[in-house]
């Protein structure tokens, strides 16, 4: 029975720091990141930190933020969940609480690259490739930019490199065609 009990106490802090890996980012998350940031330094096991997060989403602590039938929905902590997490952060190790709020500091833009900044290319029937490029955020579509070009080569290096270049992109048609 003892081990019962020390399962369930682990099961319960591994939910705690998932709520709390999502207390500290403040945005909404695609669940590979959430299961990259919690397993990547150990925090929670692999094997553990899929059924945490399902049960997280299933008691309504998670709440899914994306259009139905999202290609990858965003999930974002609710009320429900801060508050839980309110009443039993002190459950999680100072030391592991350090660690994910300087982790989450220094790699939440890297992440939030890796989700919001979308690039697809494919062969058209005429030989040349188009070049799909999107900007999204929690629960829309920023701006979706596509581009034929006449080589997979230029279709492979637009796509390796849209997630470097997208903010400067956006920015400059913001500045020269939104804006005037």
Partial sequence: MEKSGRVDEDSFINKLILLYIFDQCNVGLIESVILDIATSHNWIQPIFCKPAFDELVKTDYLVNLSRPRAPQPRYKITPDGRECLKCFYYKIPLSVREEIGSYIKENLMAYRKQQDYISDYFRN?????????????????????????DSRAKAKWIFKTWRDKAVDVYGYLSENVIEN
């Fill in 125 to 149: 029937d005429d030989g040349s490739y188009t070049v799909v490029l999107k900007i999204m955020d929690d629960t829309s579509t920023w701006m979706e930019l596509k581009l034929k070009v």
